[in-house]
């Protein structure tokens, strides 16, 4: 019913900036907080950056002040600025959005397929 599609994701060299954006599609009435999370190899999934659908915003302590969500709501996209990058910013990098997919429903809890982000030295 709803699909949330990453791109952008990479390999780049450490300093490098990548951007990557995460459009939902299907069945949308209305779309509250989008997020990104990360899992690197051997780690739990983890909240990157969070945006919800006023604009408010909030990071990991580890990529606040180097990373930059934003969202398009007339798109349904929410993106991600990576700049300053690190070889510990390498993982998978997750979209998650809560979506309503009608007035009289509640919000669902949707993930993306993940995209691969690796960082050399």
């Known amino acids: 019913q709803v699909q949330l599609m990453e791109s952008g994701g990479g390999l780049v060299q450490a300093g490098g900036s990548l951007r990557l954006s995460c459009a939902a599609s299907?069945?949308?009435?209305?779309?509250?907080?989008m997020a990104w999370y990360r899992q690197a190899p051997g780690k739990q999934r983890s909240l990157v950056a969070r945006i919800t659908s006023g604009g408010s915003t909030n990071y990991a302590d580890s990529v606040a002040g180097r990373f930059t969500v934003s969202r398009d709501n007339a798109k349904n996209t929410v993106y991600l600025q990576m700049n300053s990058l690190k070889p510990e910013d390498t993982a998978v990098y997750y979209c998650?959005?809560?979506?309503?997919?009608?007035?009289?429903?509640?919000?669902?809890?949707?993930w993306g397929q993940g995209t691969q982000v690796t960082v050399s030295s």
């Open positions: 299907g069945r949308i009435f209305s779309i509250n907080a």
């Open positions: 998650n959005a809560d979506v309503r997919s009608s007035a009289h429903v509640p919000y669902y809890n949707y």
